[in-house]
C-alpha cells in the first residue's frame, strides 16, 4: 500500500514477498472470510427458499473452512493450508455451481448425502487375507424409506458397487456452466484452481512433491537462508490469500443474481478494491 512519510514523502510500496505487504493481503483475506460470516448469518440467506436454504450447510462449511485457514495460517503451517484451500475452493465452486446447474443435477448432488450417509454406517477393508469392519448395531428397513431407496439406487452401478462421485461433470465444465448460466466471470475461479488445486492434491496424497513443493524447491533454487525461505513463504501465503479472497467475491455475486444481499456485496468489492490499489501487485515475483 502507498501513503505518506512524517515528511510528507511517499511511503515505499511494501515488496511483494515481505512480511508487510503478506499481512496486508492476509487482512483483506479475513475481510473477505467476516463477509462469508455476513452471508450465513444473514437474515435473507437464513430464509432463503429453494436452493439456497438446502445448500445452507455447504455455506456454512465454506466459512468454517476459510477461518481455519487463518489459523494455520498464524502458526505458519502452509502445507496444511494448501490442503484447506483445495476443500474450500471446491466446495465454493460447487455452491455457485449447484445455484445454476440443471434440476437433475441439483438432485442428485441432494441424493448423493443420503444415500452417503446410510453407507457410511457399515464400512469394510481389505489387505491381503485381512478384513476390517465398521458397523452400525441398527437397522434400516429401505423398503420403508423410498427416498433413501432411490438414492442409493441412483447411485449403484449395474454390477452392484457404489458410484462414489456425486456429479461427472469436471470441476472445468462446472465452472462452464457457471458461466454459461450464471453470467459470472470464471477467471479468478479459474486462477485459484491453478495456483492451488493441483499442489493440494499432491499434499492430501502423501507423495514426495506434495511434502516438499511448499518451499519452493521445484520453482527456484532451494532458499538456502532462514530470509530467503521467509520470502518464499510469504510470497505463496499471499497468493493464497488473494486467490481465495477473490472467489469469496465470485460467491457473493452469485448468490446476489439469485438472491440481492446488497450491502455484503459492497463490502467484498470495497475490500477488492482496497486490496487491487496496492502497487505489490505490479511487483509479483515471476
Known sequence: MSGKSKKGQPKETAEFGSGESTGQIFS???DQVAVLQGLYESPEVNSAPDRIASLYPLLFSIHSTGLSISILARHGRLNECFMLARAFLERLINFIYLLFCDEDEYLRYLAHTKQKGFRMLNRSIEAGDLRAELRWSGSVDLNKERELKEAIDLFTSEKGREITKWTSV?????LAIIAEKGGLKIGPLMFALLGIYQDASEALHGTLYGSVFHIGVFTKELP???SELAK??????S???FALGV????LVKAIH???PVNELQKRSQKNIHTVSNGKWLSRRAD
Open 239 to 241: 497468493m493464497l490469500f
Open 247 to 250: 472467489c469469496v467475491d465470485s
Open 170 to 174: 469436471a470441476l472445468s465444465d462446472r
Open 28 to 30: 483483506f483475506y479475513m
Open 232 to 237: 518464499t513463504y510469504n510470497e505463496q501465503f
Open 257 to 259: 443474481k439469485v438472491l
Open 224 to 226: 538456502s537462508r532462514k
